[in-house]
């Protein structure tokens, strides 16, 4: 191939009725293709895929690791030979012939392939990078996989990303779920005080926010470069002046399918802190819909005792800019396309500023609830956040990420399927990627002009 960069498919899908699917290749726009899926069809996959998960399910015991122990000990994903077999019968049922037939060709054939995709709400969790290609290749192994936001996104993006620059010093911005925040239930930890002992010595030439008080407040202040408290100063490594580069969230994210703007992720806020979520057992959740409208709709009032975290009528984009590199680990942190109109904590990050955007589309098991499945002494999950962390401070983060991958691919089915490559937690991260859209050159907007010139 020429160095005039990848290939790139366009792959999109829509429920009404049957999903329909449609797929086009940018160097050969004139032929677009597309294939009907049926009700049953989808039905049939979407139950394929929760047998995997580690979602609770009827059957489930009281037991908190049930589910995990349920999924990696008798579940698809316990062995690589169910694993492979799963994998074949969700492309049976999803992937395209024509499309898997295309991928398989022109990889085989040395092309640089990136697969877009933007999934529709009942395809939303399929892990397309694992799905196996006629010549038994995994998509991962023939293409980039990268999700698309709507295009929407771009009509009125509050904040356009500031563009990647690998010559400023790295500055990420770290946030770990709070251990002790309001409303956390005792016994339900994600993130084992082992593994954040881990994130801090892994990370401590940035610092690290595992115990200060976080809250969306102080947030804003470190994301706008104002000043903060000594504390979080040196907890953060953060002075007056200096923008995070990078942001990354570890830990526990919540979201309601077919709600936008209800996923949210946790601070240290209680209930006296202004939001739009309601709080549960004295916290108040941080959510899409807050980092999208901030205090627009905000009816402050004297003496009603709320911490508001901005100014009145300001949107959430100017309260917290997002840096152009932002993380989201947690359970279904990426949940945005699960919901009909397409919004979640990425798509409210990629309106503040976020260019691009990591997180998982299902519930990812805890360290602990590893160990006690499988007996493992690894931290999977929390290496998987340090590999996303370490592919972020690159020049290309979703090559970076696919090749991580392709790594746990080959451990996991040249071996002995190890808890350390289980698919669960790497065939879980999905990357958004929403760059600034290019302006129109001369000869596209007089095409445009002509196309609506009254006949």
């Known amino acids: 191939m020429s160095g005039t960069g990848p290939t790139e498919v366009l792959f999109r899908m829509a429920d009404s009725?049957?999903?329909?699917?449609?797929?086009?290749?940018?160097?050969?726009?004139?032929?677009?293709?597309?294939?009907?899926?049926?009700?049953?069809?989808?039905?049939?996959?979407?139950?394929?895929?929760?047998?995997?998960?580690?979602?609770?399910?009827?059957?489930?015991?009281?037991?908190?690791?049930?589910?995990?122990?349920?999924?990696?000990?008798?579940?698809?994903?316990?062995?690589?030979?169910?694993?492979?077999?799963?994998?074949?019968?969700?492309?049976?049922?999803?992937?395209?012939?024509?499309?898997?037939?295309?991928?398989?060709?022109?990889?085989?054939?040395?092309?640089?392939?990136?697969?877009?995709?933007?999934?529709?709400p009942r395809l939303a969790r399929v892990p397309w990078d694992l799905l196996p290609l006629p010549s038994g290749r995994r998509i991962l192994e023939a293409a980039t996989v990268r999700l698309d936001a709507p295009a929407v996104v771009n009509a009125n993006r509050g904040r356009y990303p500031e563009p990647w620059d690998p010559q400023t010093p790295d500055r990420p911005l770290y946030l770990l779920e709070p251990p002790n925040r309001?409303?956390?239930?005792?016994?339900?930890?994600?993130?084992?005080?082992?593994?954040?002992?881990?994130?801090?010595?892994?990370?401590?030439?940035?610092?690290?926010?595992?115990?200060?008080?976080?809250?969306?407040?102080?947030?804003?202040?470190?994301?706008?470069?104002?000043?903060?408290d000594k504390d979080t100063a040196e907890a953060t490594g953060f002075t007056a002046g200096e923008l995070p580069t990078r942001l990354l969230y570890y830990g526990h994210a919540d979201s309601t399918p077919h709600e936008p703007g209800s996923a949210a992720i946790h601070l240290t806020d209680d209930a006296a802190v202004y939001g739009q979520a309601s709080p549960v057992n004295g916290h108040r959740p941080f959510t899409a819909l807050d980092l999208l409208r901030g205090t627009m709709d905000a009816y402050r009032r004297d003496g009603d005792g709320l911490d508001y975290p901005g100014p009145d009528e300001t949107p959430g984009h100017a309260i917290w800019p997002i840096p152009s590199r932002a993380a989201l680990i947690g359970c279904e942190s990426g949940a945005d396309?699960?919901?009909?109109?397409?919004?979640?904590?990425?798509?409210?990050?990629?309106?503040?500023?976020?260019?691009?955007?990591?997180?998982?589309?299902?519930?990812?098991?805890?360290?602990?609830?590893?160990?006690?499945?499988?007996?493992?002494?690894?931290?999977?999950?929390?290496?998987?956040?340090?590999?996303?962390?370490?592919?972020?401070?690159?020049?290309?983060?979703?090559?970076?990420?696919?090749?991580?991958?392709?790594?746990?691919?080959?451990?996991?089915?040249s071996g002995d399927g190890r808890a350390d490559s289980n698919p669960l937690v790497w065939a879980a991260l999905t990357t958004h990627h929403a760059p600034t859209p290019a302006p129109l050159t001369e000869e596209e907007i007089q095409a445009a002009k002509a196309a609506y010139a009254p006949t």
């Open 337 to 413: 396309h699960r919901a009909l109109e397409t919004f979640g904590m990425v798509i409210a990050l990629l309106n503040a500023g976020a260019e691009t955007v990591t997180s998982t589309r299902w519930t990812l098991p805890t360290d602990s609830a590893f160990h006690d499945a499988c007996g493992t002494v690894e931290m999977v999950t929390t290496e998987a956040v340090l590999a996303v962390d370490t592919a972020h401070t690159g020049p290309d983060p979703i090559r970076a990420i696919r090749d991580w991958q392709l790594r746990r691919l080959r451990d996991w089915t």
């Open 182 to 228: 309001p409303g956390r239930h005792n016994g339900n930890e994600v993130i084992a005080s082992a593994a954040q002992d881990l994130l801090i010595e892994r990370l401590e030439h940035h610092g690290a926010v595992p115990g200060v008080e976080l809250g969306r407040t102080t947030l804003g202040r470190l994301l706008r470069g104002e000043p903060t």
């Open 17 to 120: 009725g049957s999903t329909y699917a449609y797929w086009r290749w940018l160097d050969d726009p004139d032929n677009p293709q597309h294939t009907v899926l049926t009700p049953d069809t989808v039905a049939q996959a979407q139950d394929l895929i929760a047998s995997a998960m580690v979602d609770r399910i009827d059957g489930d015991g009281p037991d908190r690791f049930d589910p995990t122990r349920r999924a990696l000990r008798d579940g698809p994903l316990s062995n690589p030979a169910r694993e492979a077999a799963w994998s074949a019968e969700l492309a049976q049922r999803l992937l395209p012939p024509g499309l898997a037939q295309d991928l398989d060709r022109r990889s085989c054939a040395g092309e640089d392939i990136v697969l877009r995709i933007i999934p529709s």
